[in-house]
């Protein structure tokens, strides 16, 4: 039976179905990218990879194609089938993931990483668009709360799979040399991990997408419009649709050398190249999506680009992330390295395991049911405070990271195995309460056909300033000290910017929200067709 949202009424047993759905595959988008946490020993062993270098393939490899392939599929999803979008990713993103198990050399992984970001960058812009639409205001923070769990439920799943997993192979196979197609243990975990994404995508097709005939009635051509957005940010077609506006040329080529002097000084200086050169090809690439978006939507670039509290949050709510994915990726590690001889080590708690498959569980299972009951908690509370107060759920975004910033610093300070596995439930509770609030403040601050385009938005500072940096940078600064804890507590270089940001848009906000439709008129040229009613 098809699964048909009803409208804003999101109190329906067929919305809070597709929500159930849509954070199933935001689960098994979360267990794909994440599954490199806990394969990442065995990778740095075969490879003969550095922990920058495993930062680089967790983050920016994916992080940068997921940021700029999800504005234009994000802007795709403002005006073509939501639900085909979702499914046309799980598939495209679970065959990469396949893909990764064949990888021999880091070029290889790196290039199946980058498959799988572009993949689900189609996602969650969707995803945050139809929920957005089937849920009324007053229970939209915590609709969009129980999906972003499937990010913490998926992170900690992937930890616990991925060890059974490797183990499992490792039982059948001892010898890689007489496994199938001669596959270790890691490699023979991507390649299983792909499969349930395939199956699930026949579920999501069930689902329909509730404005898609009033989209195809507008008569939008969603090709046309993504072929132009493809053009605005994937170099060196930038250059040339610039060119095509009078002026613009010389202010992209501008941007151009903004970006990319300073990227190819750090990467000479640091030598990781990958990393700086594929992270200047991300900003400028943005930078040029947003000069044209200037010019082509003149509405939702006042709301979103144009509006320096949204700006300021976008990069502040990346700034969290820098901290929450770097900790979530090297938890594992660090755990392994610290209280365990290695991965095949003897375990200290569960009897009859190997020193991998203990903290797979532990912290894998600590971590899924902590952040999946912070992130909903969260959630609900920012709900509640925003009846009472208009800034409630920055309140809540605030609280959230003050609180779970010593809890961090104290998980990866001791050295008593028992009380870091302890701590990994309650530092992730706390520590992800922010995030379904954090989207819905962005949403409310834009228009309803702006809301993919928002989701997308909001997801580049996700991806840009969190999992392209925090990852690499925790494993770089662990690299120059000799200390992974060090790299840890260097990312919270950051807070101060975040706790300002959130005052400066605790002020603002109220009137930023009365005020979008009137600042949308006043910045839309009503000869562009996006302006149109």
């Not at 699964?3 to 109190?11: A, D, I, M, T």
């Not at 790196?110 to 945050?128: D, H, K, L, W």
């Not at 610290?338 to 600590?366: H, I, N, P």
């Not at 300002?500 to 906000?509: D, K, M, N, P, Q």
Request: glycine share 10%; charged share 10%; net charge positive.
């Amino acid at each position: 039976m098809s699964v048909q949202p009803e409208g804003q009424e999101g109190n329906g047993r067929r919305a809070w179905l597709v929500l159930t759905i849509l954070t199933l595959v935001y689960i098994i988008s979360f267990i794909d990218r994440q599954i490199l946490s806990i394969l990442a020993e065995s990778i740095k062993l075969d490879l003969r990879l550095s922990d920058a270098e495993l930062g680089f393939l967790y983050g920016t490899a994916f992080a940068i194609f997921y940021a700029l392939f999800g504005i234009p599929l994000g802007r795709l999803a403002d005006s073509w089938n939501r639900v085909w979008m979702v499914a046309a990713g799980l598939v495209g993103w679970s065959l990469m993931t396949s893909a990764s198990g064949f990888a021999s050399t880091f070029a290889a992984l790196a290039i199946a990483r980058v498959g799988v970001g572009i993949g689900e960058a189609s996602t969650s812009p969707a995803a945050y668009s139809l929920i957005t639409d089937i849920f009324p205001q007053r229970r939209r923070a915590t609709a969009l709360s129980i999906y972003t769990s499937g990010l913490y439920i998926g992170l900690g799943l992937s930890l616990p799979v991925g060890g059974l997993l490797m183990a499992w192979w490792r039982a059948q196979f001892p010898n890689a040399g007489n496994a199938p197609l001669g596959l270790a243990a890691w490699q023979a975990t991507f390649a299983l991990l792909g499969i349930p994404g395939l199956l699930m995508s026949a579920l999501v097709l069930t689902m329909r997408d509730p404005d898609w005939h009033r989209r195809r009635a507008a008569g939008v051509f969603p090709w046309r419009r993504l072929a132009e957005e493809l053009s605005t940010i994937i170099p060196p077609l930038t250059l040339f649709a610039s060119a095509r506006r009078p002026g613009e040329l010389k202010i992209n080529l501008s941007i151009l050398g903004i970006v990319g002097v300073p990227m190819a000084a750090i990467a000479l200086i640091s030598g990781d190249v990958a990393q700086w050169l594929i992270y200047g090809v991300g900003i400028y690439a943005v930078a040029s999506w947003a000069q044209s978006l200037r010019h082509r939507d003149q509405a939702t670039f006042q709301l979103l680009w144009g509006t320096p509290v949204v700006v300021a949050l976008v990069v502040a709510f990346g700034a969290i992330a820098f901290i929450t994915y770097s900790t979530g990726f090297w938890a594992s590690p660090y755990a392994l390295r610290t209280f365990y001889s290695g991965s095949e080590g003897q375990s200290r708690f569960l009897q009859g395991t190997s020193a991998l498959q203990e903290v797979s569980m532990l912290v894998g299972w600590g971590s899924a049911a902590g952040s999946a009951f912070g992130v909903v908690a969260g959630g609900m509370v920012a709900d509640r405070w925003r009846r009472s107060d208009p800034r409630g759920r920055i309140y809540t975004i605030a609280g959230s990271f003050i609180l779970s910033a010593p809890l961090t610093v104290a998980m990866f300070a001791t050295g008593n195995a028992l009380l870091f596995f302890t701590l990994v439930p309650i530092t992730t509770f706390v520590s992800s309460a922010w995030s379904g609030a954090a989207i819905a403040t962005i949403n409310d601050l834009v228009l309803p056909r702006m809301r993919a385009t928002a989701g997308a938005t909001f997801l580049l500072g996700m991806s840009l300033v969190g999992l392209a940096l925090g990852p690499y940078i925790a494993g770089k600064v662990g690299v120059l000290t000799g200390s992974l804890r060090i790299g840890i507590y260097s990312l919270y270089a950051v807070a101060p910017f975040i706790l300002g940001v959130l005052w400066f848009a605790s002020r603002r906000l109220a009137l930023l929200e009365s005020t979008r439709e009137e600042r949308a008129k006043a910045a839309c040229n009503p000869a562009h067709a996006a302006c149109r009613p």
